[in-house]
């Protein structure tokens, strides 16, 4: 069994939920902003990216990718074989996230699936050939709300937050992807920290290029920079995926102020009886409860509300967890 990881110190973890809420941020710019000098971050940044700890990458927002179809999956196993499926899902390249749920019977999973063909075989071949999957259901991903993207566990202020985003860039068109910029993305997705000079040279451009077309490609929304981390390091230790009901008027604005509270990760409308994926991380049961009886209690459109607590991250950003397989 996994050895429960220690809670990072104070210096690290609002280190490490700088790096959350801007992945690629500087270590000047993260050392101006939590007001210590650029050497104490980088002494303290880079054991955490060495040993795993905090780990840069990207995610491709489907958008802009026609071919890929995202899918979340509610999926019941055996529980003596859901660590089994859990790994087994982890290991597809095309799972973002990979949860185990509830009472260690339920697995949620979200996948970018290259196209019909993949989401059939999926689900009329692969799932119904696996004896220990008993059901599932599946829900698209209509519209993911994008205001929770600066997440930082709650350790930041508003004041640090602004401090850390980048300038907003001019009012443009969402730029055409060309074959270098596929090859960039694939960089991001390896290393979401990598050099602009070693992103330069697996896309075949100039260093100078690089940099301006990852600007463009994550001003444009084409994809989201990412750091991922164990929560409970950061004093995290309750998550839950909230599958909700909202009325179809209602949605649009429930799911973007949910994307902004400090306790959402993830805000998501989706197809199914249940309209909107939320996904939160609170320090504890008591936090929890606060967030559903105050903030969720005063939304005017929600109707009806499941919750599901995660036992354990398996995957997480196109990351599997350390020590999870």
């Not at 055996?78 to 009472?103: H, Q, S």
């Not at 105050?294 to 459109?301: F, M, N, S, W």
Request: charge should be positive; aromatic fraction near 4%.
């Amino acid at each position: 069994m996994e050895k429960a990881r220690q809670q990072l110190d104070e210096t690290d973890g609002r280190i490490a939920a700088a790096m959350l809420a801007s992945p690629r941020a500087s270590w000047r710019t993260v050392g101006r902003v939590l007001g210590i000098s650029e050497r104490t971050v980088v002494r303290r940044a880079a054991p955490l990216y060495h040993d795993g700890t905090l780990r840069a990458t990207a995610v491709r927002n489907p958008v802009c990718f026609p071919d890929l179809i995202p899918l979340a999956l509610r999926i019941r196993c055996k529980p003596n074989r859901i660590g089994a499926i859990a790994a087994t899902l982890a290991r597809r390249p095309d799972t973002i996230w990979v949860d185990v749920l509830g009472g260690g019977d339920e697995i949620c999973t979200i996948l970018f699936l290259d196209g019909p063909d993949a989401r059939n075989n999926l689900l009329l071949r692969d799932l119904p050939a696996t004896a220990a999957v008993q059901s599932w259901t599946s829900h698209a991903l209509l519209r993911v709300f994008q205001a929770g993207f600066d997440w930082s566990g709650g350790l930041l202020s508003e004041a640090e937050l602004a401090g850390l985003r980048p300038e907003p860039p001019q009012a443009a068109p969402r730029p055409a992807l060309t074959p270098a910029d596929h090859r960039l993305v694939a960089g991001l997705v390896e290393d979401g920290r990598a050099s602009y000079t070693d992103l330069a040279r697996r896309a075949g451009v100039s260093a100078l290029t690089a940099r301006r077309r990852l600007e463009a490609l994550a001003g444009g929304t084409v994809l989201r920079l990412a750091t991922e981390v164990d929560l409970a390091r950061l004093g995290i230790r309750t998550e839950a995926l909230l599958w909700m009901t909202v009325a179809p008027g209602g949605l649009e604005k429930t799911g973007r102020r949910l994307s902004r509270h400090p306790q959402v990760r993830f805000a998501s409308a989706t197809t199914g009886s249940a309209n909107l994926l939320v996904a939160v991380a609170a320090t504890d049961l008591d936090a929890l409860y606060l967030f559903l009886s105050d903030t969720i209690g005063a939304l005017e459109h929600v109707s009806t509300m499941e919750v599901t607590p995660i036992l354990t991250g398996v995957k997480r950003t196109g990351l599997v967890r350390p020590g999870s397989l």
